[in-house]
């Protein structure tokens, strides 16, 4: 089970670990990629993390994948999205996102159904306020 700690970890990712702390403990990723800047994208069996020079920016989690957050099994309980938000207090949404600030995790497929494009995504403090005016209120219908 990965467990996450908002700001803190993802599972074995620990926020501002570099890539080679992240190999060290988990090996050589499935594959790897240079993105903007100084990022690189690091992909595991149904993990992928985004790494800068200063560590680990974000990670990200597919199904397959056992997470859980304040106890909370991700994706095996029915009810998770829901409780979280509750937990979070101030659920926003950007471009098909919910971002749980509290928590430090974004959300997708879980408020629109959309099993495909399920995925959990736990980020660094900071990492998602360059939005902040684009997010608006999230609330359930």
């Not at 994706?75 to 659920?91: T, Y």
């Not at 098909?96 to 974004?106: E, Q």
């Not at 959309?114 to 939005?131: I, N, P, R, S, Y």
């Amino acid at each position: 089970m990965n467990i996450v700690e908002p700001y803190v970890s993802a599972g074995p990712f620990k926020f501002g670990a570099s890539l080679n702390d992240i190999v060290s403990v988990l090996g050589p990723p499935v594959s790897q990629q240079s993105k903007k800047g100084d990022e690189t994208v690091v992909r595991y069996e149904g993990i992928r993390a985004t790494i800068s020079s200063r560590g680990v920016l974000e990670v990200s989690f597919l199904p397959e994948v056992n997470v859980s957050l304040l106890g909370i099994d991700v994706f095996g309980n029915p009810e998770a999205f829901r409780k979280l938000c509750e937990l979070d207090g101030a659920p926003k949404e950007f471009v098909g996102f919910i971002v749980l600030f509290k928590l430090g995790v974004a959300m997708t497929g879980f408020h629109d159904g959309d099993d495909a494009q399920k995925a959990l995504t736990v980020f660094e403090k900071g990492h998602w306020d360059q939005f902040a005016s684009e997010l608006k209120d999230y609330a359930f219908l």
